[in-house]
C-alpha cells in the first residue's frame, strides 16, 4: 500500500494546507482545542492551523477526517510511517505528539502510565464535568427551572478541582518538578473554570492556592500564551 499524502485527506480541500510540509491543525481555540495547540508550540514542531468554528465542526468536509465531527484533528505529512496520517481525540493527539519528539512524557515506564493516567482523569473527568456545568450555567441549560443538573455538575467541578489542589500540594507541577502532557491536558480547563464561568466565590477558586498558581506558572510560559487564540478565532 503506499504512502498517504494531505492530498489524500479530503479536509484539505476545504482547509488548504499553507505549509505543506507541516502538521495541520484543525480546531478552534476552546480548553481542547488550546490542549492542542500548546503542546504543538511547546514541542517547537511547525504547524497550519485552520479555524474550524464549531458549526462547521459536523460538516461533511471535516468529518472525513473525524467522523465524531468534533475539533481538534491534525494531519500529520510525516506519520508513523512515513507518510501522512490523521487522528482525533485531542488527548490522543497529546500522547501521539509526545512520543513523535520524545517530549513531555517520562521514559520511565511507571511514570509514563502514571502521566497518560492524569491525561485520562481529564478527558473522562474535567472536561465532560466542566463542559456541562457551563452548559447549564451559562448555556442552553441555563434557563431549566430545574436546578438539578447544574447542582450535580457544580458539585463534581469543585470536586474533580479538589482533587487537582491535593495532588498539587507538594509539586511544582502534576507529575513533578517537569512539565507534561498531564498539565498540558487539564490547564485549558482550569483557565476556563477560573475566567469563563465567573463562579470565583462559589466554587472556592480563591482558596485553591496550589492548582491557581499552578495554572498562573502555566500561562506564565511563552509557548502557551503563544498558543490561546490558535487558530485565531477570526
Request: glycine letters at 8%; hydrophobic letters at 40%; aromatic letters at 10%.
Amino acid at each position: 500500500m503506499s504512502q498517504k499524502t494531505l492530498d489524500d485527506f479530503p479536509i484539505s480541500k476545504r482547509w488548504a494546507p499553507r505549509t505543506p510540509g507541516a502538521i495541520q491543525l484543525y480546531s478552534f481555540p476552546t480548553p481542547n482545542g488550546v490542549k492542542v495547540s500548546a503542546m504543538l508550540e511547546e514541542c517547537g514542531l511547525p504547524y497550519d492551523a485552520h479555524t474550524v468554528k464549531l458549526s462547521e465542526a459536523g460538516s461533511p468536509e471535516f468529518k472525513t477526517l473525524n467522523i465524531n465531527g468534533k475539533i481538534p484533528a491534525i494531519v500529520d505529512p510525516s506519520g508513523p510511517d512515513g507518510g501522512a496520517f490523521g487522528l482525533w481525540e485531542s488527548g490522543a493527539i497529546l500522547i501521539y505528539l509526545a512520543e513523535k519528539t520524545g517530549k513531555f512524557l517520562p521514559e520511565n515506564p511507571a511514570e509514563r502510565y502514571e502521566t497518560i493516567q492524569w491525561v485520562m482523569f481529564q478527558m473522562a473527568g474535567i472536561g465532560p464535568m466542566f463542559g456541562q456545568y457551563a452548559f447549564f450555567l451559562r448555556g442552553g441549560g441555563a434557563e431549566m427551572e430545574d436546578r438539578l443538573p447544574r447542582e450535580r455538575y457544580f458539585n463534581e467541578t469543585v470536586r474533580l478541582l479538589n482533587v487537582l489542589e491535593t495532588r498539587l500540594s507538594d509539586r511544582a507541577n502534576i507529575m513533578g518538578d517537569d512539565l507534561t502532557i498531564a498539565d498540558i491536558a487539564n490547564f485549558p480547563w482550569v483557565r476556563t473554570a477560573r475566567d469563563y464561568f465567573n463562579e470565583d466565590d462559589a466554587l472556592g477558586l480563591s482558596g485553591l492556592t496550589n492548582v491557581m498558581g499552578w495554572l498562573d506558572r502555566c500561562l506564565a510560559r511563552p509557548a502557551v500564551d503563544r498558543s490561546l487564540n490558535q487558530p485565531p478565532r477570526e
